[in-house]
């Protein structure tokens, strides 16, 4: 067997697929002042109160960003507006999701999604990768366009 074959049970490299998910808020909360990390916290624990799932939690410079279901904006908005805190709730946010196996092993592959991202004109707001996926959240309105177009140039550029 050579080396770069795969085995019958092992998926093929590169991008196998790319998915979207609709349907959510980007709540993004900055200017803190005073203790950054105890803001951060009561942040967090007033969220969790009031039994709101987040996802894409990233830490910012001064204060925090994360994802929710875009039915709990409402939700989220009461939670977070006692603390008296600059906070901001984009509504209409999608995730893409690009998948292939190892991918932090496959030299380039990430570059060329984030190069195909960027050119595709969309507004990313977060990137994130695992080990056998990146996902980006866009704006809604453009997120089917751009998986097209990674489904265009990295899918079939694989098979």
């Known amino acids: 067997m050579r080396a770069n074959q795969h085995t019958d049970f092992e998926k093929p490299r590169g991008v196998s697929h790319v998915e979207v998910r609709h349907g959510y808020a980007q709540v993004h909360v900055s200017g803190i002042a005073g203790n950054l990390t105890r803001e951060r916290l009561s942040i967090l624990r007033a969220v969790a109160d009031s039994e ?3 996802d894409f939690l990233k830490l910012t410079q001064s204060g925090l960003s994360f994802l ?3 039915g709990r904006s409402e939700d989220i908005e009461a939670a977070l507006s ?3 805190l600059h906070f901001s709730i984009r509504k209409g946010r ?3 999701l690009v998948h292939a196996v190892n991918m932090r092993d ?3 592959l990430i570059a060329r999604i984030v190069r195909d991202v960027i050119l595709s004109g969309a507004t990313v707001s977060h990137i994130g990768d695992m080990h ?4 980006m959240v866009v ?3 453009e997120a089917e366009r751009v998986a097209d177009q990674f489904r265009e140039s990295l899918v079939e550029a694989a098979r």
């Open 68 to 70: 929710v279901a875009e």
């Open 94 to 96: 999608s995730i893409v």
């Open 106 to 108: 496959e030299e380039g």
């Open 52 to 54: 709101i799932s987040i």
């Open 132 to 135: 056998n996926r990146m996902l």
């Open 139 to 141: 704006d809604s309105a």
């Open 82 to 84: 006692p603390l008296e």
